[in-house]
């Protein structure tokens, strides 16, 4: 079985995205902050100390305002993938404001002479035109979309084709640990135990039915000790297995091209059946 660590990196635009006047609210900043100042050196550390790889969705806004972070993560040879520039839903955007946004991230990336291989969309809400998008600009892969629960070829239409590295809530720490009073990001702090029993059970109820688990968790939340701690527990958990292998999203992407086998599916925007 393979698992996939990704970390979305969203600091500040996470906040800012809802509504730019949570610049003047301290309390919100320095929340959102937390995540590429404590958390990213906190989750390099555990990574290095059991040797996996991971990860790193990392919005061009936020890679500008920490580009210490963003060396951190080269330094120890981690992927970093494209999570838009502002980390706004690209459903708010028209076709040319997605497009702007979009390049305005890699921009950004590119600042540290990151070319990324692979787009998250912000909350995952991608638009039907996001995957053509990413295939147009160089990117092999996507991680947005949920019909499946391994890895798939999405076909674009006039022989273009991505990879899908789908994702769900069920395995994402913002539905566990998100709250801030304003912006209210998430209402609910459940327990780091309780939240680890319920990830090494998807683990194991994934191995039975040859799924890939796809761990999303954000710096600013995971990073908190309490909480690396649980994710200290999932990762022991899947190393004591046996079979569980750690990679990349792009080492999964690129495999996933590569085999013939792969199931293959069409981009379908949902149609009326009347």
Known sequence: MIAVLCFDVDAEAAVLAADERHEANAMAISHQRFGPEVGVPRILALLAEYD???????????????????????????????????????????????????????EALQRYGVSPKGHRAAMW?????????????????????????????????????????????????????????????GSIINSPPQV??????????????????????????????????????VIEHALDSGDVEFKSAATVAEATLADPTSERLKLRPSVDPS
Request: charged content about 25%; some cysteine; glycine content about 8%.
């Open 196 to 233: 680890a029993a319920m990830w090494k059970h998807e683990l194991d109820s994934m191995r039975r039915h040859g799924a890939t688990f796809v761990l999303t968790c954000h710096p600013f939340l995971s990073g908190r000790a309490g909480r690396i701690e649980a994710l200290r527990e």
């Open 125 to 185: 809400e991608a638009s039907w035109l996001t995957p053509s998008l990413i295939a147009e600009h160089g990117l092999t892969y996507d991680s947005s979309l949920m019909d499946r629960d391994s890895p798939y070829i999405l076909e674009l239409g006039d022989g273009a084709e991505i990879a899908e590295v789908p994702p769900h809530w069920s395995l994402d720490d913002w539905e566990q640990y998100a709250f801030l009073p304003d912006p209210p990001i």
């Open 52 to 106: 996996l790889p991971a990860t790193f969705f990392v919005p061009g806004e936020t890679a500008l305002r920490h580009p210490g972070a963003v060396e951190r993560i080269l330094a120890d040879g981690h992927e970093i993938g494209h999570h838009t520039h502002r980390h706004r839903s690209a459903l708010g955007h028209g076709p040319n404001e997605e497009r702007r946004d979009f390049e305005l991230a890699l």
